[in-house]
């Protein structure tokens, strides 16, 4: 298959991007030259590309941001992703749409699944909420996937970083870590809902899948367990109040019920996923440049660009 992955370089994306070139022919698609703003833009590379499929892992992701700028968030996350949407149905492509758990406000106390009705606390979660009706009413062939939490090795362009890095950098500046004990999450690794999707690309179920790695925790017991994992010494205590600025939903986990329905789920309970993100980061880190390099098939040393700067080898 040919598959258009937008926004190749975020955390999701790049592991996509990644997972699909095994089997398949892979076009990564860069903010820069792929702007979910810019319908001419995108339109010229429907009509010089023959694509099967569209992921698209590009989004703004940033909720004080968003907050900050709803014209901006809605512009891309709602209006650019029914905007891609449109062009992948003129082109009889599938859209694979990447949404979140932000989208739910956090009062059912169970896991959400895919037949709950959205009740968006913040911008951000009202634009993605509105990204995803857009892409199910502008195109036959769409899926929305709704993911957790997510943390890959992936280096953002902005330099930000992911949780468990933020998690492991407060800890070499603090004697002691506090964190919400009272909002329950479900982390999930870029890499396994990379693979999760991989395993239904050929034929997308439609309609939207919860896709988010199994079990759920608090902010508190998902930064103990980074402690744990790395030998990190620093204690982490259980905060009353979360420090976040923002309303966030107290309870966000999602139920990967269609997935389960349609005996599709590959998706890992969350501690086994981040050993393996820990595990695999300092695996890599002491593997050599050339012998990486040298296990790669031809069609792979072509993503090599896109990873050789996140790590010092
Ligand atoms: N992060 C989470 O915790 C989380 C949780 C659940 C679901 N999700 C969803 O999963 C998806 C991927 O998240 P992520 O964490 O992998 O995101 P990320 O690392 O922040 O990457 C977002 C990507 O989108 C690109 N982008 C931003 N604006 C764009 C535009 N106007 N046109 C084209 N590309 C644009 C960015 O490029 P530049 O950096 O060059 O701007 C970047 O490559 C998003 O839809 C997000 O809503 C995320």
Request: charged share 20%; aromatic share 10%.
């Amino acid at each position: 298959m040919n598959i258009a992955v937008v926004g190749a370089d975020g955390q999701l994306g790049a592991e996509l991007a990644w997972e699909l070139q095994r089997e398949h022919t892979v076009f990564p698609l860069y903010h820069e030259t792929f702007d979910l703003t810019n319908y001419a833009q995108m339109q010229e590379f429907f009509l010089t590309h023959d694509v099967n499929c569209v992921l698209n892992a590009a989004g703004l992701n940033d909720k004080e941001s968003c907050e900050k700028n709803p014209l901006q968030a809605f512009a891309v996350n709602a209006l650019g992703a029914r905007d891609l949407a449109r062009l992948c149905q003129s082109s009889r492509a599938a859209c694979i749409h990447i949404s979140c758990d932000a989208i739910f406000d956090g009062e059912k106390e169970v896991p959400y699944v895919e037949t709950d009705r959205p009740s968006p606390l913040t911008v951000y979660a009202n634009s993605k909420v509105a990204g995803e009706n857009f892409v199910l009413s502008e195109c036959e062939k769409a899926t929305v996937v709704r993911s957790g939490i997510l943390y890959g090795k992936h280096q953002r362009r902005d330099g930000s970083r992911n949780i468990v890095e933020e998690i492991l950098l407060k800890a070499t500046k603090n004697p002691e870590l506090y964190y919400s004990d009272s909002i329950l999450i479900c982390p999930t690794s870029a890499v396994a809902l990379a693979k999760q999707i991989c395993a239904f690309i050929a034929d997308p179920p439609g309609g939207i899948i919860h896709a988010s790695c199994h079990g759920a925790c608090s902010w508190c017991q998902f930064a103990q367990r980074i402690m744990s994992l790395t030998n990190n010494i620093t204690p982490v205590f259980p905060a009353s109040q979360s420090s976040e600025s923002l309303r966030e939903p107290l309870f966000s986990a999602l139920e990967n019920r269609r997935l389960q329905q349609l005996g599709l789920d590959v998706m890992p309970f969350w501690e086994e996923a981040l050993h393996d993100y820990l595990h695999a980061e300092w695996s890599l880190a002491r593997m050599t440049e050339s012998a990486r390099f040298a296990s790669m098939t031809e069609n792979s040393q072509g993503f090599w660009n896109l990873f050789r700067r996140e790590y010092t080898l």
